[in-house]
């Protein structure tokens, strides 16, 4: 039986005759392949007998593999009476827009752009049975709309040998991933759980997992820290490929460390026999070679000619590896003077796995642009920590500005180019009125769209794109910021809807305008549309309502989940000492708690976390721990480096000889996605409710929500808060093996409010005696508040 390999013309054309180098580091937003507006306006220009987006689609056997090639061509131009014979006067019209000079295009410039058209004509031709067709490259300059055309009459027997040559040059591909998918789809067969048993409620998730993908359904899985969320839902995914339900599967995560325990698990499977490519994505500035990041030709010699060698390394690396990590990825980089970056982009389309940050798929700035319809259809989406992607897709789809930077581009340019300097002198004005409506220390929220500033916005950036083409991208890197963000700026303006506010700020002299998302839902809902099914999985997805709300789920149609803990209570002792750490009484209350932290400590030799809602708060009371107590003690610093992360973590011996108290922030890199099992941790202090600090941005979003019907207060507060300490406290007991001390400070975990948001295993022990102080206030000998718990 012969396999068929199916492919876009698109894909097909690109590997084969894509060359050069790497572009520079200016791209204008307009590329050659991304009119759509251009196309347009061409195809309004088309008779009555012409057709547009006309799809397409052939066989070609070629050796032992049948090609099922398809795609859409821009226009099918109808004939005229003084065609070439046999013709019957029909022509394939590619369209290519350009934000550059048309004067600067040959008709040799893109082969890609004739081999694109020509694959159109010969599907033409043979469905017709043509002798000849026409073949005709339109080329359109964005701003002028100025047009510019290439054409030729091509016979049916060019076109066949030129598609013939064609998928000789991508045959070797093709073979390789053929003989790779026949591994692939015998090791899943085979394929067992690699762990003798499953933990309670692993088997329960697993299920779920492989039903909602069966289905083609979102599900929302809660499932507690230490169940094995991770493999729980790779492993479903992977046997899902087997059965032919997917052809890929996506791996998202907000941070490094999780990327990481997802890595360990396909490990773990392949140690089993399981043959898949799995590519993890990093991101640019960390695999970059080079000192100083310049992705150009003359400065990388990484760039210059990338596309003449990443076929053959690409090749190589899929015909010798199966886990492309980073470390697997620069190597193959290196041997083959290839882009990491640019080759594990590459390496992305062509894997069974792909594991990376949730932008590459919900941020329209940085999403993998050719991952196709088709493709969506055949691929799971597994989001971990999937509570982390409210607040990151509120980011992704706002945007701001600030008058500074025009200012600076306008004194910049002044004398060098009159245009952009009034272009970004309009803007500069425009915060200034804006400053004299709200004060020099004012703050104004309006639901309307700035409109006129995002008209001067238009007229910058087609100054500023002119201006960098001139530059080719270089010498320029404050224009070219400014340039980006005033882009992005207009993508998110054309997102507006109800959803949103705009707020302007100014402080002294400076002006910020914000295109602020409040409500991420649809959007999320929008860019993960056409892909098989999205598994949504953390332990915090609490409560479930919530944040199937937030994450453009449809609790009518969506499948969920909850696992219950596997662990049993006597694992976990829990106490909860009411003290107020709200902002106003810190004072009163900080020496009480660094005691408090003292003897819970003294009380078994071991490894403690003790988490802090801001670095202010917790410096504050590590300042007081050390000076009354000698114990080995570290703290989180800002903007910790990898090699200072994974000290900081090392550091947790299960035979350290003394205790060590280490000092973090709820919702950093310590309170998430680490493990540390059995003695490396003995204890998790966590010092009030994790409520973000109170400020503009939150309080908009209150005021949303109550206008919506719903808990303001909630949605803004005290759900994103609780969430970081549960993070917290799921960071103690990790396995059957672990046993742990887990004490919770604020006066506020015993109201409603804030208990129902609590694990039921934190709430009851020893037989479901509640974990409730005896009596409020009671003093040890010094006077100091302590901590008892009732048996």
Not at 118 to 128: P, R, S, V
Not at 186 to 197: G, H, M, R, W
Not at 292 to 301: I, L
Not at 659 to 678: Q, T
Request: aromatic letters at 10%.
């Amino acid at each position: 039986m012969t396999d068929i390999v199916q492919l876009s013309v698109r894909s097909l054309v690109e590997y084969v005759f894509r060359s050069g180098s790497i572009e520079s580091g200016f791209r204008s937003a307009s590329s050659l392949t991304d009119g759509t507006k251009a196309h347009q306006k061409v195809q309004k220009q088309y008779g009555e007998l012409d057709r547009k987006e006309v799809y397409l689609s052939t066989e070609i056997a070629y050796r032992d593999l049948l090609f099922v090639i398809d795609g859409r061509c821009d226009g099918l131009l109808a004939g005229t009476a003084d065609t070439v014979a046999g013709s019957q006067g029909l022509t394939i019209d590619e369209i290519k827009s350009t934000a550059g000079d048309l004067a600067s295009i040959d008709e040799q410039s893109y082969p890609v752009h004739w081999a694109q058209a020509k694959c159109y004509a010969y599907m033409i031709a043979k469905e017709q049975e043509l002798g000849s067709i026409g073949v005709q490259l339109t080329y359109v300059q964005i701003a002028s709309e100025e047009q510019k055309r290439f054409a030729a009459e091509l016979s049916f027997q060019d076109l066949e040998l030129f598609m013939l040559e064609l998928l000789q040059g991508y045959y070797p591909f093709a073979e390789q991933k053929r003989r790779h998918s026949g591994l692939r789809d015998a090791s899943i067969k085979a394929l067992q759980f690699p762990f003798p048993v499953y933990r309670a409620g692993q088997r329960k998730l697993a299920g779920s997992v492989y039903q909602s993908i069966a289905d083609g359904r979102k599900l929302f899985a809660k499932a507690p820290t230490g169940i094995g969320k991770t493999i729980s839902t790779i492993f479903p995914a992977v046997k899902a490929i087997g059965e032919g339900l997917l052809q890929r599967m996506m791996y998202l995560t907000a941070k490094t460390i999780t990327r990481t325990a997802a890595e360990e698990a396909y490990v773990m499977l392949e140690a089993r026999g399981l043959h898949m490519h799995v590519v993890t994505l990093t991101a640019k500035d960390k695999v970059c070679f080079q000192e100083e990041m310049n992705c150009t030709r003359e400065h990388c010699p990484y760039a210059d000619g990338y596309y003449d060698r990443v076929n053959e390394a690409m090749i190589d690396m899929l015909s010798q590896e199966t886990l492309l990590t980073r470390s697997t990825i620069e190597r193959y980089a290196r041997k083959h003077t290839v882009c990491p970056f640019e080759f594990s982009l590459d390496a992305a389309y062509a894997a069974d796995a792909v594991i990376c940050d949730y932008n590459y798929v919900f941020d329209p700035r940085v999403q993998l642009k050719r991952l196709m319809e088709e493709h969506k259809r055949s691929t799971v989406l597994l989001i971990d920590e999937a509570h982390n992607l409210v607040d990151r897709a509120r980011e992704m789809y706002s945007s701001e500005l600030k008058k500074s930077d025009f200012l600076a581009i306008q004194r910049e340019y002044k004398g060098s180019n009159s245009e952009l300097q009034r272009a970004a002198k309009a803007v500069n004005d425009f915060f200034i009125a804006v400053r004299k409506e709200v004060g020099d220390s004012g703050v104004e929220v309006k639901p309307e769209l700035p409109g006129q500033l995002l008209e001067l916005l238009e007229i910058f950036v087609e100054h500023a794109q002119s201006e960098l083409l001139a530059a080719g991208g270089r010498e320029a890197g404050q224009l070219l910021d400014l340039y980006y963000a005033a882009q992005g700026f207009i993508r998110i303006g054309k997102l507006y809807d109800e959803r949103y506010v705009t707020y302007v700020e100014s402080v002294r002299n400076e002006v910020q305008i914000k295109l602020f998302c409040l409500d991420p839902s649809y959007l999320l809902k929008q860019n993960g549309k056409g892909f098989r099914s999205h598994i949504l999985f953390s332990a915090t997805l609490s409560p479930l309502s919530y944040y199937i709300d937030m994450l453009g789920g449809d609790a009518e149609t969506d499948y969920s989940v909850v696992v219950p803990s596997p662990f049993s209570s006597e694992q976990l002792e829990v106490y909860m000492e009411p003290l107020s750490t709200r902002y106003r009484d810190r004072g009163h209350t900080r020496e009480s708690i660094a005691v408090l932290i003292g003897k819970l400590t003294a009380k078994r030799t071991g490894n403690y976390l003790i988490f802090f809602p801001s670095y202010a708060y917790m410096n504050d009371i590590y300042e007081l721990f050390t000076t009354q107590f000698t114990s080995t003690t570290m703290i989180q610093g800002a903007g910790m480096t990898e090699n200072e992360r994974e000290a900081f973590l090392a550091a947790f011996d299960a035979d350290n000889p003394e205790s060590l108290i280490a000092f973090a922030v709820m919702g950093g890199m310590f309170s998430e996605g680490i493990d540390l099992v059995g003695d490396r941790l003995t204890g998790v202090v966590v010092v009030g409710v994790g409520l973000p600090q109170v400020g503009l941005e939150r309080n908009i979003i209150k005021d949303y929500f109550d206008g919506q019907g719903k808990d303001g207060f909630e949605y803004a507060y005290v759900f994103p808060g609780m969430n970081k300490v549960l993070q917290a406290g799921g960071r103690l007991i990790r396995s059957e093996q672990d046993r742990g001390t887990l004490l919770l400070i604020d006066d506020r975990y015993f109201q409603p409010r804030y208990q129902r948001l609590l694990p039921q295993e934190w709430k009851t022990a020893d037989g479901g005696a509640p974990m409730i102080p005896e009596q409020y206030g009671n003093r040890d000998d010094s006077g100091r508040e302590s901590f008892t718990r009732q048996e």
